[in-house]
């Protein structure tokens, strides 16, 4: 029998407190990170292990028996708070009660150092058996390791297991595969999140430790090419933020990023979570290469008996089908022909992208490293390069896969210069789904389905794909993306007149819906400043399209049919005043109110008290009408809901704004969007005031109308105390604490109105929030002419229109003022 002897480095005194200070030691040494810090922590408490164990069995009396480190510790990647996965293996033939005593000879001391374990006592056919149940434990037998004790036992146990898994591995793949759909379905993508957890979510730690079970099973192995580095990216992160924090945590929180960045010598959080990123994102698409190598594998085993029996014992010959020129489908991938000649042949990149992306393939990444040999493309690009991009961003969805499989190579870059600054870059606006790079080809496939919509389908999705180019640039990142697109754009080959029209887009990409949800429309200024910015119906038509699919590509709180509406009616009332024909309404006393505005504004002014309708909406969703210009199948009835609508229509009177806003919140509404507007009815004396808003219930259940007139009734008459009433309730259900957002901001907007002053607030969405600013523009004696709510994810943006009792602009000294009184007011 073979065993290993206890031996002592490191440290003099082999017991618990020697152990611990050996490990201070360590861990406070330069550098705190890197392989040789995890491998000598490892080497530091195997020394240690093996001690006790030594000192344990000599106790006990035990023989046949081992110490196996499993899982991370198997592999040597200690982090500073890493666990210890320990197996006490035995041959079953010592007797249980000394058994036991020498399990708690070696358990008591890690726990009495508060360092946590994962351990078990098992025979290798126990081990075996378990491992057989348990897809976990198998993992973690793979990677066993000796640290004291019957060397052959071990070596036994590991040679079984790795001949069960890979004799298993028809079966143990795909469950293995399903565990880590599983788990990126509950912890999310890692490249994409603002809080990744390094081990769990897809692209990181576990994943790795997937790939290399898969190659343990000879079915399939990873792509190399930066791996190794990119695990080494994720286990030093992980080491820093355990050092940063005291605890064995795995989520890189945005209040340790700072820390952990400054620990890894990175000048801040965003250089972290780029590395992070670009570690992940290596990760995912050595996943993706890997299990669909193994899933062809594994389905031409399955085949290959019956093809024996059709074909005797003549091989098949792989099927090759022309998808381009140079290019062919095989296997179910797109590869290049053995004629094709990259060096000879600059396009060769871009038509492998654009045919796998037109005809749904992945690429191989056999083919991908082939193309990267190709000669660099003259500048500007000829036509059918140009032709070629825009074939891929056209194809939709399946252009995805195959740009990440370009940007594995680093061909994206190459082609595109500008690409590289936006590469991995995070965004820290938590309405975004994606970084930046990942936003920009998403918005190309939300754009890819409104091209017929457009007469120059071309100019928009080379748009989409660099609107945000500006991102991570000083100053607004629209400004500063202009003469970046506009440069691209000609790299690309497009004309002066092209790229001219391609930086207004990218200029303005976010003016529509900006100015659709926070501005007054029926302000002739408002339209006036959109026609005069955008210049003409062809590029107002373009930015219409590309607004839609920005915001589709940028997340769920960014689109509904609602924002469609008031962008469509902006594009609506700016294509008439471009195309020459006058503005609905231009002595700008607004559009005609619609039946049942007009309806409740007439019993409003009969009975003198608010009136109100409550009812679910829906209304034409943007979404599914692109699609049905698309020539595509859409699902449901083309109509999306939208929420509640409340109406509301109150005899013009101070402190309607603030009294409908406070009974809204405590009636558990929460507001999503809303607009005000005075209305005069002719025939009639005396104004009404109408508001409209969206809202959607906290708790699943809408109040009674009946309900809320009466508390509005009682709040405009003063016997409803709403801000007391939102105080209480503040004060039962206080704050989680968590991130402290930023400061509200209050900003006098200049030159978008000459009827009335603008005020934009911008601040943390709340309870009552709406009511607070009404509560602060009553106080400055000021008449709200128009209001738009716009609520994005966490962050309200409120913008007012308000004039002095008499309805002229505020003078800019009172402006000032009043935002100020505002802004106390949120603070």
Request: hydrophobic share 45%.
């Amino acid at each position: 029998m073979t065993s290993v002897e206890p031996t002592t480095t490191g440290h003099d005194d082999p017991g618990p407190s020697g152990y611990a200070a050996a490990r201070l030691r360590l861990l406070r040494q330069e550098p705190q990170f890197g392989p040789a810090r995890r491998s000598g922590l490892a080497a530091l408490t195997d020394d240690w292990l093996a001690a006790l164990f030594g000192t344990a069995t000599a106790e006990t009396g035990v023989r046949g028996a081992a110490l196996v480190a499993v899982g991370g510790y198997g592999r040597a990647e200690l982090s500073p708070r890493s666990d210890l996965d320990l197996l006490l293996l035995h041959d079953g033939k010592a007797d249980p009660a000394a058994l036991a005593a020498l399990a708690d000879r070696l358990w008591y001391p890690v726990w009495d150092l508060g360092l946590a374990l994962d351990h078990s006592v098992r025979t290798p056919a126990q081990a075996r058996r378990t491992a057989a149940e348990d897809l976990k434990a198998h993992l973690g037998l793979l990677d066993a390791r000796a640290l004291a004790g019957d060397l052959g036992l071990v070596a036994a146990l590991r040679t079984a297991v790795l001949a069960d898994w890979r004799n298993q591995a028809p079966r143990r793949l795909p469950e293995l595969l399903a565990l880590g759909r599983e788990r990126a379905e509950r912890a999310g993508e890692l490249r994409f999140l603002l809080e990744p957890d390094l081990k769990e979510a897809r692209g990181g730690l576990r994943d790795i430790t997937a790939l290399r079970a898969v190659a343990a099973s000879w079915i399939a192995d990873a792509p190399r090419e930066g791996l190794a580095r990119a695990h080494r990216t994720l286990l030093d992160t992980r080491d820093a933020l355990h050092l940063a924090t005291g605890r064995a945590v795995d989520r890189l929180s945005l209040q340790d990023q700072d820390q952990v960045a400054a620990g890894l010598g990175l000048p801040d959080a965003d250089t972290l979570l780029r590395s992070v990123y670009e570690a992940a994102g290596v990760v995912s698409y050595a996943g993706d290469t890997t299990w669909r190598e193994v899933g062809r594998v594994l389905r031409a085993r399955s085949a290959r008996p019956r093809l024996r029996g059709l074909l005797g014992h003549r091989a098949a010959t792989p099927e090759r089908a022309p998808l381009a020129e140079g290019v062919v489908e095989q296997d179910g991938e797109a590869v290049l022909a053995l004629a094709a000649r990259p060096e000879r042949d600059p396009v060769l990149p871009l038509r492998l992208a654009a045919a796998a992306a037109q005809a749904g393939l992945p690429v191989s990444p056999h083919a991908v490293r082939r193309a990267a040999q190709a000669a660099p493309l003259p500048v500007p690009w000829p036509a059918e390069a140009r032709e070629q991009l825009l074939t891929l961003l056209g194809a939709g969805e399946p252009a995805v896969p195959v740009w990440e499989a370009l940007e594995a190579e680093g061909l994206i870059s190459r082609i595109l210069p500008v690409w590289e600054r936006v590469r991995c870059r995070p965004q820290r606006n938590p309405v975004h789904t994606w970084t930046v790079d990942r936003h920009l080809v998403e918005t190309a496939v939300r754009a890819s389905a409104l091209t017929r919509r457009v007469g120059r389908p071309d100019l928009l999705l080379m748009a989409a794909l660099l609107h945000d180019i500006g991102k991570g640039l000083p100053g607004d990142h629209s400004e500063a993306g202009e003469p970046l697109a506009v440069e691209a754009a000609a790299r690309v080959g497009f004309g002066p007149a092209d790229t001219a029209v391609l930086g207004t887009l990218v200029r303005h990409h976010l003016l529509l819906i900006e100015t659709a949800t926070r501005r007054d429309l029926d302000d002739p200024a408002t339209v006036g400043t959109v026609a005069e910015a955008v210049g003409s119906t062809d590029t107002l038509e373009l930015l219409h399209a590309l607004t839609e699919a920005d915001a589709l590509a940028t997340g769920p709180a960014a689109w509904s049919a609602w924002r469609g509406s008031l962008v469509a009616d902006l594009v609506r009332r700016t294509a008439a005043v471009l195309g020459g024909r006058p503005p609905a309404d231009p002595a700008g006393h607004g559009a005609a109110p619609t039946a049942e505005q007009e309806r409740l504004a007439v019993e409003a002014l009969r009975t003198g008290e608010p009136v109100l309708a409550l009812r679910a909406r829906t209304e034409p969703d943007p979404r599914a009408a692109a699609a049905a210009d698309a020539g595509e199948a859409v699902s449901g009835e083309g109509t999306d809901t939208v929420g509640v609508e409340l109406t509301l229509a109150v005899p013009d009177q101070p402190g309607v704004l603030p009294a409908a806003a406070g009974v809204l919140a405590l009636h558990r509404l929460t507001v999503r969007a809303a607009d005000l507007r005075s209305l005069e009815l002719p025939d009639r004396l005396g104004e009404v005031l109408v508001m409209r808003w969206r809202v959607a219930a906290e708790y699943g259940s809408l109040p009674q109308a009946a309900r809320l007139r009466a508390d509005l009734v009682r709040a405009l008459d003063g016997s409803l105390d709403v801000p007391a009433r939102l105080a209480d309730r503040e004060a039962a259900y206080p704050r989680r604490r968590g991130t402290v957002p930023p400061p509200p901001r209050v900003a006098v907007v200049p030159e978008v109105s000459a009827l009335a002053t603008v005020l934009e607030v911008r601040a943390p969405d709340a309870v009552g929030l709406l009511h607070r600013i009404g509560r602060a523009l009553e106080t400055g004696g000021v008449r709200v002419r128009s209001a738009h709510v716009s609520t994005l994810g966490a962050n309200a943006v409120d913008t007012l229109y308000v004039t002095t009792p008499e309805g002229k602009p505020l003078e800019p000294a009172e402006a000032t003022a009043l935002a100020e009184t505002v802004r106390e007011a949120l603070s």
